[in-house]
């Protein structure tokens, strides 16, 4: 096997949640458990703002805040020795306020 190979089997292996749809509203927040991976890439920060987040004790979390309508793709775990997760976020308009 070659060496690029094996790499592809790797990463591949690893991956979790491939393509998994992600909802996030317009202004607000969403958590996602990204367990013990690290470091995250989007497509499109103009969409989203991403950020990491460690939790006291626990695991990791990918926190997703809405910036404008539209989608991008995000891959958490950017280091290929540990399990990565990739998300299709759609930001979508805001839920109306109740008065």
Do not use: Q, W
Not at 39 to 65: I, Q
Not at 66 to 95: M, N, Q, W
């Amino acid at each position: 096997m070659t060496r690029a190979f094996l790499a592809l089997a790797l990463v591949s292996s690893t991956a979790h949640a491939d393509g998994t749809r992600i909802e996030v509203p317009v202004g607000e927040t969403v958590e996602l458990d990204v367990g013990y991976a690290i470091g995250s890439l989007c497509d499109d920060t103009s969409v989203v703002t991403p950020e990491m987040r460690e939790r006291v004790g626990k695991t990791n979390v990918f926190a997703l805040t809405g910036v404008k309508l539209g989608t991008t793709l995000c891959r958490v775990g950017t280091d290929v020795t540990r399990s990565s997760y990739l998300f299709e976020i759609h930001v979508v308009p805001a839920k109306p306020k109740k008065h």
